[in-house]
């Protein structure tokens, strides 16, 4: 007796049954106002996951006590940021408290194409940026499949002006101008996906590592191809 019909069956279930998905890399938007916590927040995430690359700016102020160019900012003459940004060289750029900020396109798109989640510390006007270019490219362009905005804020204003103070970095002058700007950019929460309120730092810590969980659970951020490959 053949089993020529057996063979045939467990073929068709071997077929049927697909290889595991490849879990796709994500652009992680992080944006709060100054003094917000957003940069001990995303120094915790990135210790949780190591996968994760951090995108460093480049940046026309002066470094602040302790920073290494390099790995806190890339530090550039104006007139550097300036050719840089006419060959179009950022991913997005930015006017921040009287100082030029961007983030450079190339790293980033090494960084996704490798298959490693990017966690960008940007401001508001540079996370629209980003995400009006994710809205309007391909379905399954790596920006658009790829992109996460969370935004991180204070539990009050009272809040936010005393760690400002707190942390003695800046002149009283400095305080109200950073204080002021943060009142629109609090405003703007509502543009991004996800909010996190940093009053207890644990607690906001947890939440911000459970929204890039979930995000790299999305049927659309999932890709299956021969052998498991994307």
Known sequence: MSNKPNVERARRRRDNVAPPPVRRALLVVVSAPSGG??????????KACPAMTYSVSCTTRPPRPGERNGRDYHFLAPEEFARRLRRGEFLEHAVVHGHHYGTLRAPVWRALRAGRDVLMDIDVQGAAQIRRAARHAPRNDLLRRGFVDIFVAPPSLRVLKSRLTARKADSPAVIARRLRNARRELRRWKEYSFLVINDRLETAFMQLKAI???????????????????
């Open 37 to 46: 916590g957003k940069t001990t927040l995303c120094e915790r995430l990135l």
């Open 212 to 230: 890039v969980e979930a995000a790299h659970c999305r049927v659309e951020n999932q890709s299956v191809g021969k052998r498991g490959r994307p």
